[in-house]
């Protein structure tokens, strides 16, 4: 037994039954656990796929919970197995529909059967009437997740939130979703600042979910919107104003990305400078927008990431166009200058530099704009 909020156990009651479906479906082990693709009846896109829990991952990765020296207090409330279940249904969806991400993935881990450990998974949201960063942070609260910093984007128009993991989820071994919890990164469009026009668009479509803020990670594992399909020329006048809000609009709270801790990779590709070689001369365009390589500030938090795919969506009145879905991002985090050191293979991750940089980010949420997707070269 565990102890959850309401919208907790009626995410556990649905997320069971879906997960049953998909034990009972036929597959072949595949290195993220996803069973073969069916059909879906779902009003946002074709295919859903879901996780098989008895499948995991054989290389491993580990980590001390510790940040910047001291331990986190949280500890996770209740059950780990479910939060991990909900994860990697959010990371099946974001498979299914993101080829160049599952590419990826496979193509770096297959590189001397290195590991992959999550940085952190991200997600956009809409800030109005309870649908922004609380909608989807309220799970990860309930199981133990602490709030940190906040990131502002005056000329996005957006702001941001990060959450730790708890203290006990990082210890053992186990890769992606089954390897230490990710950091979760949550931005949300400030709405009120759009004109009126986007604004009562954005605002039709929350009042058709209805309650649907309350099911933002139910939402995200089983791949669906909680608000009506929108109309194509609705997206288009998003689009026009804020890419972003065009993406949120027909992804909803799908995963937007998920970043590999390139330090955490046993090869060279530990390096971001090798790993961006190595995905670029493996035939992977990455976001150009400030230089492949972002930078903090203080040199210690190296990005990158993919341009996103594509897939056609269609929308209300018929139309299907193509439209931009998710991206896969890469982080390495450098050693802080007070352990600069301490033997190389001494080195934990609470020794490295942690959180995130407004700059970096700024740049990286560019992997879903029209100027990266249409790109030449």
Known sequence: MFSTTKSSATLFSLHRAASTTAESASSKPKLFNLVSVK???SPVYKGLGLINPHRSLSVS???????????????????????RGVLESMQSVYLNRNPTAKAILELVHSAENNPLCYDHLAFRTFGVTGYGIDSMASFFLDYGYTRREELRFPAKKLRALWFSPPADSQD?????????????????????????????????YIASSGNGNQYAALASSLGLLTWEKPSYSEFQQLA?????????????????????????????????KNLNRFIEESGFRLNSEGGVLKVSPDGLLLQSST???????????????????????????????????????????????????????????????????????
Request: hydrophobic content about 35%; charged content about 25%; aromatic content about 8%.
């Open 61 to 83: 990765c580990s980590s001390r919970s510790e940040q910047n020296g001291s331990s986190h207090k949280s500890s996770i409330q209740g059950s780990e197995a479910f939060l």
């Open 240 to 272: 026009s104003e804020s890419e972003y809000a065009a993406w949120t609009l027909v992804n909803g709270h799908a995963l937007n990305h998920v970043t590999i801790s390139a330090h955490r990779l046993k090869t060279e590709l530990r390096d971001i």
């Open 39 to 41: 059909e879906s009846r």
């Open 172 to 204: 053992g071994g186990g890769s992606g979703i089954k390897g230490p919890l990710p950091r979760i990164f949550i931005s949300e469009l400030i709405v009120d600042q759009m004109s009126p026009q986007t604004q009562e668009i954005i605002k039709k």
């Open 307 to 377: 341009v996103a795919d594509s897939m056609p969506f269609q929308f209300s009145d018929g139309a299907t166009e193509s439209v931009p879905c998710s991206y896969i991002e890469f982080a390495e985090r450098l050693v802080l200058p007070q352990y600069k050191n301490l033997p190389a293979i001494e080195v934990k991750e609470f020794h490295r530099r942690d959180g995130f940089e407004v700059g970096n980010a700024d740049k990286i949420f560019e992997s879903t704009s029209k100027d990266q997707l249409s790109r030449v070269g």
